[in-house]
Protein backbone atom coordinates (compact mmCIF):
# COMPACT_ATOMS: atom_id res chain seq x y z
CA UNK A 1 0.00 0.00 0.00
CA UNK A 2 2.74 2.49 1.17
CA UNK A 3 4.43 1.91 -2.64
CA UNK A 4 1.03 2.71 -4.12
CA UNK A 5 0.59 5.84 -2.24
CA UNK A 6 4.49 6.47 -3.83
CA UNK A 7 3.52 6.26 -7.19
CA UNK A 8 0.73 8.46 -6.82
CA UNK A 9 2.54 10.77 -4.76
CA UNK A 10 5.29 10.58 -7.82
CA UNK A 11 2.70 10.64 -10.16
CA UNK A 12 0.89 13.89 -8.91
CA UNK A 13 4.05 15.71 -7.86
CA UNK A 14 5.42 15.32 -12.45
CA UNK A 15 1.78 16.50 -12.92
CA UNK A 16 2.09 19.51 -11.23
CA UNK A 17 5.92 20.41 -12.67
CA UNK A 18 4.59 19.71 -15.98
CA UNK A 19 1.25 19.84 -17.62
CA UNK A 20 -0.68 21.03 -14.94
CA UNK A 21 1.47 24.31 -14.98
CA UNK A 22 1.34 24.61 -19.13
CA UNK A 23 -2.16 24.38 -18.95
CA UNK A 24 -3.10 26.74 -15.64
CA UNK A 25 -0.80 29.15 -17.93
CA UNK A 26 -2.67 28.53 -20.97
CA UNK A 27 -6.21 29.32 -19.08
CA UNK A 28 -4.55 32.33 -18.09
CA UNK A 29 -3.50 33.41 -21.69
CA UNK A 30 -7.04 32.54 -22.99
CA UNK A 31 -8.70 34.61 -20.15
CA UNK A 32 -6.47 37.62 -21.11
CA UNK A 33 -7.55 37.12 -24.48
CA UNK A 34 -11.07 36.89 -24.19
CA UNK A 35 -10.79 40.34 -22.51
CA UNK A 36 -8.63 42.15 -25.45
CA UNK A 37 -10.83 40.55 -28.12
CA UNK A 38 -12.87 43.89 -28.60
CA UNK A 39 -10.21 46.43 -27.80
CA UNK A 40 -7.18 45.02 -29.12
CA UNK A 41 -7.54 42.33 -31.63
CA UNK A 42 -3.95 41.17 -32.77
CA UNK A 43 -2.73 40.68 -28.85
CA UNK A 44 -5.84 39.07 -28.29
CA UNK A 45 -4.54 36.61 -31.35
CA UNK A 46 -1.01 36.32 -30.08
CA UNK A 47 -1.89 35.50 -26.55
CA UNK A 48 -4.34 32.19 -28.12
CA UNK A 49 -1.33 31.20 -30.05
CA UNK A 50 0.55 31.08 -26.50
CA UNK A 51 -2.09 29.37 -25.48
CA UNK A 52 -2.23 26.59 -28.18
CA UNK A 53 1.52 25.82 -27.78
CA UNK A 54 1.33 25.77 -24.08
CA UNK A 55 -1.42 23.26 -24.67
CA UNK A 56 0.43 21.10 -27.16
CA UNK A 57 3.51 21.22 -24.74
CA UNK A 58 1.16 20.02 -22.09
CA UNK A 59 -0.41 17.11 -23.84
CA UNK A 60 3.54 15.99 -25.51
CA UNK A 61 4.28 16.29 -21.18
CA UNK A 62 0.83 14.36 -20.10
CA UNK A 63 1.75 11.66 -23.48
CA UNK A 64 5.20 10.84 -21.84
CA UNK A 65 4.18 10.67 -18.55
CA UNK A 66 1.77 7.80 -19.29
CA UNK A 67 4.33 5.96 -21.55
CA UNK A 68 6.29 5.75 -18.03
CA UNK A 69 2.58 4.79 -16.28
CA UNK A 70 1.05 2.43 -18.52
CA UNK A 71 3.72 -0.02 -19.90
CA UNK A 72 4.06 -1.27 -15.80
CA UNK A 73 0.63 -2.75 -16.23
CA UNK A 74 2.36 -4.35 -19.80
CA UNK A 75 5.39 -5.91 -17.57
CA UNK A 76 3.73 -7.42 -14.60
CA UNK A 77 0.60 -8.94 -16.78
CA UNK A 78 2.21 -9.25 -19.89
CA UNK A 79 0.34 -7.92 -23.27
CA UNK A 80 -3.24 -9.49 -23.08
CA UNK A 81 -4.09 -7.51 -19.99
CA UNK A 82 -2.65 -4.31 -21.06
CA UNK A 83 -4.25 -3.88 -24.46
CA UNK A 84 -7.36 -4.96 -22.35
CA UNK A 85 -6.20 -2.25 -20.14
CA UNK A 86 -5.68 0.74 -23.13
CA UNK A 87 -8.83 -0.99 -24.75
CA UNK A 88 -11.51 -0.01 -21.32
CA UNK A 89 -9.31 3.40 -20.79
CA UNK A 90 -10.70 4.67 -24.50
CA UNK A 91 -13.42 7.06 -24.26
CA UNK A 92 -14.24 5.59 -27.32
CA UNK A 93 -15.84 2.19 -27.50
CA UNK A 94 -13.53 -0.21 -28.88
CA UNK A 95 -13.56 -3.69 -30.00
CA UNK A 96 -10.76 -6.39 -29.37
CA UNK A 97 -9.66 -9.52 -30.90
CA UNK A 98 -7.50 -11.98 -29.81
CA UNK A 99 -5.16 -12.67 -27.32
CA UNK A 100 -1.14 -14.06 -26.91
CA UNK A 101 -2.38 -16.30 -23.51
CA UNK A 102 1.33 -15.92 -22.80
CA UNK A 103 4.02 -13.56 -22.03
CA UNK A 104 6.41 -11.87 -25.03
CA UNK A 105 9.68 -11.19 -25.38
CA UNK A 106 10.15 -7.46 -23.72
CA UNK A 107 10.69 -5.91 -27.12
CA UNK A 108 7.90 -7.57 -28.80
CA UNK A 109 5.49 -6.94 -26.26
CA UNK A 110 6.49 -2.91 -26.06
CA UNK A 111 6.24 -2.18 -29.42
CA UNK A 112 2.91 -4.13 -29.91
CA UNK A 113 1.06 -1.70 -26.90
CA UNK A 114 2.99 1.11 -28.31
CA UNK A 115 1.18 0.27 -32.42
CA UNK A 116 -2.42 0.06 -29.68
CA UNK A 117 -1.61 3.17 -27.90
CA UNK A 118 -0.93 5.24 -31.01
CA UNK A 119 -3.44 4.14 -33.07
CA UNK A 120 -6.12 4.73 -30.53
CA UNK A 121 -4.83 8.04 -29.83
CA UNK A 122 -4.49 8.81 -33.42
CA UNK A 123 -8.40 7.35 -34.31
CA UNK A 124 -9.48 9.15 -30.97
CA UNK A 125 -7.93 12.27 -32.25
CA UNK A 126 -9.59 11.89 -35.60
CA UNK A 127 -13.23 11.79 -33.74
CA UNK A 128 -13.73 7.86 -34.57
CA UNK A 129 -16.79 6.52 -33.54
CA UNK A 130 -15.69 2.65 -34.39
CA UNK A 131 -12.52 1.40 -33.37
CA UNK A 132 -10.86 -2.00 -33.69
CA UNK A 133 -7.93 -3.70 -32.04
CA UNK A 134 -6.61 -7.34 -33.43
CA UNK A 135 -3.68 -9.07 -32.49
CA UNK A 136 -3.26 -12.28 -33.77
CA UNK A 137 0.28 -14.99 -34.08
CA UNK A 138 1.03 -15.24 -37.69
CA UNK A 139 3.81 -17.23 -39.40
CA UNK A 140 6.89 -15.88 -38.19
CA UNK A 141 5.43 -13.54 -35.89
CA UNK A 142 2.51 -11.19 -34.29
CA UNK A 143 -0.37 -9.05 -36.22
CA UNK A 144 -0.93 -6.40 -34.31
CA UNK A 145 -3.26 -3.62 -35.62
CA UNK A 146 -5.67 -0.89 -34.62
CA UNK A 147 -8.82 -0.48 -37.40
CA UNK A 148 -11.07 2.79 -37.44
CA UNK A 149 -13.18 4.91 -39.44
CA UNK A 150 -11.72 8.56 -38.30
CA UNK A 151 -11.90 11.19 -40.89
CA UNK A 152 -11.05 14.17 -38.37
CA UNK A 153 -7.58 16.44 -39.08
CA UNK A 154 -4.35 15.11 -36.88
CA UNK A 155 -1.86 17.65 -35.84
CA UNK A 156 2.02 17.58 -36.74
CA UNK A 157 2.30 15.90 -33.62
CA UNK A 158 0.66 12.71 -34.55
CA UNK A 159 3.33 12.59 -37.39
CA UNK A 160 5.89 12.69 -35.00
CA UNK A 161 4.46 9.64 -33.01
CA UNK A 162 4.49 7.68 -36.19
CA UNK A 163 7.68 8.31 -37.14
CA UNK A 164 9.15 7.35 -33.81
CA UNK A 165 7.03 4.37 -33.77
CA UNK A 166 8.17 2.95 -37.40
CA UNK A 167 11.79 3.40 -35.48
CA UNK A 168 10.72 1.41 -32.25
CA UNK A 169 9.19 -1.20 -35.22
CA UNK A 170 12.03 -1.30 -37.34
CA UNK A 171 14.74 -1.38 -34.70
CA UNK A 172 13.27 -5.59 -33.84
CA UNK A 173 13.43 -6.00 -37.10
CA UNK A 174 9.48 -5.39 -38.05
CA UNK A 175 7.14 -3.38 -40.71
CA UNK A 176 4.61 -0.47 -40.12
CA UNK A 177 2.10 0.09 -42.22
CA UNK A 178 -0.36 3.20 -42.02
CA UNK A 179 -2.92 3.31 -44.93
CA UNK A 180 -6.19 3.32 -45.69
CA UNK A 181 -8.18 -0.06 -45.18
CA UNK A 182 -11.63 -1.26 -46.85
CA UNK A 183 -15.21 0.03 -46.37
CA UNK A 184 -13.41 4.01 -45.42
CA UNK A 185 -11.56 2.79 -42.85
CA UNK A 186 -7.86 3.53 -41.34
CA UNK A 187 -5.29 1.01 -40.64
CA UNK A 188 -2.38 1.21 -38.18
CA UNK A 189 -0.80 -2.41 -37.93
CA UNK A 190 2.52 -3.93 -37.74
CA UNK A 191 4.08 -7.20 -37.87
CA UNK A 192 6.36 -8.39 -35.26
CA UNK A 193 8.86 -11.15 -35.46
CA UNK A 194 8.91 -13.71 -33.49
CA UNK A 195 12.06 -16.01 -33.37
CA UNK A 196 11.18 -19.43 -33.60
CA UNK A 197 7.81 -19.39 -35.45
CA UNK A 198 7.61 -20.98 -38.56
Known sequence: MRAADRVRSEIAEELNAGPRRRLVAASGQLAAAHRELETDRAQALLLIASARRAIEAGLQELQ????GIHPKLLSDRGLDTALDGLAASCPT???????IGGRLPEGIELAAYYVVEVGLRRAVDGAAGLIGIDVSR???GLRVAVCH???GPLSPMHDRDLD???DRVGAIGGRLMAAPASG???????HLPLAGDA
Request: charged share 20%; no cysteine.
Open 164 to 166: ELN
Open 138 to 140: RPR
Open 93 to 99: AVSLHGA
Open 64 to 67: QLAR
Open 184 to 190: GRTLLAA
Open 149 to 151: DAT
